[in-house]
């Protein structure tokens, strides 16, 4: 007799050898996953301090960054009590904890720390420092906010 397609165990054998390339990949897809959110909320906050500073700089007007690291959570505003201008963003749930050397608004004990980076009219901040952000795979990514210039840049 001829031979017209595949037999049972043919099609067996072909869905596990699957099955098995299958379980032996996926464990690598959430970790490409972590370091795309990884990568992309770093850029995020990146954009939105460069935001800051260009609002600064626009409006003749200081500006803050307001990091909430418990709460996983931005804010750009100009410096008044009730501000004219005031942005909110989330960052991905992907993302373990933020810490930062910048100035904190609330006490050393509060787990609800709040770290605040103020540009002033002409666009540089009035300190510096340092943002790191780690994923839930341990990961981390550096954001510095250089001094004189307020550059900001991700290091790996």
Request: charged letters at 20%; glycine letters at 8%.
């Amino acid at each position: 007799m001829g031979s017209d397609g595949f037999t049972l165990i043919e099609l067996i054998c072909v869905l596990a050898i699957l099955g098995i390339i299958l379980a032996i990949a996926l464990p690598r897809t959430s970790f490409v996953l972590d370091n795309i959110i990884l990568d992309m909320t770093a850029r995020e906050i990146v954009s939105q301090i460069k935001h800051t500073q260009q609002r600064a700089i626009d409006y003749k007007l200081v500006h803050y960054f307001d990091l909430d690291a418990k709460n996983k959570n931005y804010t750009v505003r100009d410096w008044y009590n009730k501000p004219l201008f005031s942005q909110k963003g989330e960052l991905n749930s992907g993302i373990k904890s933020i810490t930062a050397n910048l100035p904190s608004l609330g006490s050393s004990g509060d787990k609800s720390r709040i770290y605040r980076l103020q540009y002033g009219i002409d666009g540089i901040p009035t300190q510096t420092g340092t943002i790191t952000i780690t994923n839930k795979a341990g990961k981390q990514k550096k954001i510095t906010i250089a001094v004189g210039t307020g550059r900001v840049k991700i290091i790996k």
